[in-house]
């Protein structure tokens, strides 16, 4: 089993659509989560860090499940500009990043 | 965010010559730097993590000899493909972490075509 697994996508939705992205994580001794994107043929840039209680900002929600290794990213009233590869991260001893979900959003 | 520069950008090369790479964390000191490759439409790939001082600790299959690190200072890490051969051909990305629970912030990258 891999130890940070997301959703294989491609999404591709229409603007102003609602879309959310999950992604799982195999140690549960994992210490902080985070979301990066990154655009193509570009490097990977924060997102936005993940806590336990939840998070927003704007139109960008994440959510943890420690329980169930489980965290989400919600993204909401999606712009032609949000289209890009999102990845999951899983901080334990190291960094360790999921292969990411690539949403396109469309006209 | 913090800010991690890389360079050169963009480089091209014979084969069979070495390409020094510098990565620098600009606003605080990383403890630790991850080199990372990434080809086309391909997720990144970790190819190495170094500690400030100390030697790098390679990811399996990634050749030690042929990639050297070297992470001098807290705000300086450098990759030196050796004897580069075309198949070396890629997008190669540093990232910088404080210390912890820090997140990691990537460098611009740089794209390496080897003829």
């Known amino acids: 089993r891999k130890e940070v697994e997301q959703d294989p996508g491609p999404f591709n939705v229409p603007e102003g659509a609602t879309v959310a992205f999950n992604c799982t994580y195999s140690?549960?001794?994992?210490?902080?989560f985070f979301w990066y994107r990154q655009d193509c043929r570009k490097e990977p840039k924060l997102l936005m860090s993940?806590?336990?209680s939840g998070n927003e900002d704007g139109r960008f929600t994440a959510q943890l499940n420690r329980a169930s290794q489980y965290i989400s990213l919600l993204i909401r009233d999606s712009k032609l500009s949000d289209s890009a590869t999102y990845l999951c991260?899983?901080?334990?001893?190291?960094?360790?990043f999921g292969a990411g979900t690539r949403l396109t959003v469309k006209p | 965010g913090a800010v991690v520069s890389q360079h050169p950008s963009r480089v091209i090369c014979k084969s069979g010559t070495s390409v020094k790479i510098e990565c620098r964390s600009l606003?605080?000191?990383?403890?630790?730097m991850f080199w990372y490759r990434q080809f086309p439409k391909q997720s990144l790939m970790l190819m190495a993590t170094?500690?400030?001082?100390?030697?790098?600790?390679?990811e399996q299959g990634v050749e030690k000899d042929k990639f050297l690190i070297n992470h001098a200072s807290l705000t300086l890490s450098t990759l030196t493909v050796t004897s580069a051969h075309p198949e070396d051909s890629s997008f190669y990305i540093c990232?910088?972490?404080?210390?912890?629970?820090?997140?990691?912030?990537f460098g611009p990258g740089t794209r390496l075509t080897v003829l």
């Open positions: 990232s910088a972490k404080a210390s912890g629970s820090m997140p990691q912030y």
């Open positions: 140690n549960s001794a994992s210490q902080s």
């Open positions: 993940v806590y336990s």
């Open positions: 991260v899983v901080n334990t001893n190291d960094m360790r």
């Open positions: 606003d605080f000191q990383a403890t630790t």
């Open positions: 170094s500690n400030e001082g100390s030697k790098a600790t390679y």
